[in-house]
């Protein structure tokens, strides 16, 4: 039995797959967010490829050759298997994990930062804006822009920029501008630090600056690395050679799990295999998110339209959400920490093709920490989610006895997360209670759509 399952560069799927195209329902249109019209994504923020990607319901989408070029760098990755954690629980299932961690920046992200950059590119932008959490995405969007000879401009949420210096190098290393959010720079940042000269920023007021930058810059557009339908169509890249890989050793998954953040890693590992389920075949397959109890999107909150940025800038879309202006604590898996959730993501989730697990902070550092003292690798906060749903599956069958194959999405390293891993160490790692009182006041915000 191998350890891990290679593919060549020959064997890397040329297409990405668009689940929209076997959807039982269509998604509920994106709105504008004063007319509350169905609309598109707005053509002075995003290229006009993107868009189209983002409604269509083609099921393929071929991947240009200047973008494969590039996903040779580190694609494709490798498939393991998990012999020396599942030994070590004693479990009879297979564990199986996808490895996202080998990329230049580290994490999946760049599997749709490069078609981004790329197709911006072609459409003559000079500059990409965009917001960053834990700054695995402002890395992964300075990466690209640089191999595409962009620009760059990035919003840091302030909390971040303060606590994880080390992203911020890579930005730096990249070619890319940094500026901690909220800033100076534009009329939103001003507002809220005025407000409160403190505040430690948050993901959605962070969009609300890059897009606002975007939108009075006419070289510039604007980019997301989550939640967006072509962000999610372009991971797919990860599903489609796991499957490949497991055609190899002639198994398929009982259960997938990833953590979400936006959705796009999950989705992207996830949506090959679940558009099987779709269309009525391995209707038993199992798939989890897995998200912090801290920012319970999917389990604690509503399925309503909401607003994307604090602003109120960004179309407005159908998803889970705890309400644009909810403002997470700060947990140490920076890159879960958006109100929100993908809306296809939301939809499946919602129409009962997937399911949601919320964890705490400590048991998801547990879990890591067995996973590093087993397998080796030293995982991202964020990725420790789903390595703590799965080690918790893994010993449910042990308990039955269950030969059940098990795969995950390993959605980064996390040698950029130290800090948090002290943390642990220190026993100075905090639980957050749900804040249901916080939330139940951001839910009163939600836009009233008819
Ligand atoms: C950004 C990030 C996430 C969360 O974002 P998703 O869009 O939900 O994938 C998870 N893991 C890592 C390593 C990340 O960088």
Known sequence: MD???????????????NIQADMPEPLDPMLHPETYKPTQLPPFLFSSELNRQEFSTDRWIDIPEEVLEIYRIWRPTPLYRATRLEAALKTPAKIYYKWEGVSPPGSHKPNT????????????????????????????????TKLFDLECMIYMVRVSYEQKPYRKSLMHAWGAEVVPSPSNRTKTGQAFLEKDPDSPGSLGLAISEAV??????????????????HVLLHQTITGLETKKQFEKIDAYPDAIYGCVGGGSNFSGAAFPFLGDKLKGDRKDLDVVSCEPAACPTLTKGLYEYDFGDVAGLAPIARMYTLGHDFIPPKIHAGGLRYHGDAPILSKLTHDGYMRAEAYHQTDVFDAVIRFAQTEGFILAPETAHAVKAVIDEALRCRETGEEKTLLFLNSGHGHFDLAAYDTYFEGKLVDYEYPTELVKRSLENLPKIK
């Open 212 to 229: 606002e930058d975007a939108a009075v810059n006419d070289n510039s557009h604007y980019t997301l690395g989550s939640v967006l339908n």
């Open 113 to 144: 930062a490069i078609p981004q950059a790329y197709y911006n590119m072609k459409e003559g932008i000079e500059r990409l804006t965009t917001e960053t959490g834990a700054g695995q995405w402002g890395s992964s969007l300075a990466f690209a």
């Open 3 to 17: 350890r891990k399952i290679l593919l060549t560069e020959d064997e890397m799927p040329k297409r990405w797959y």
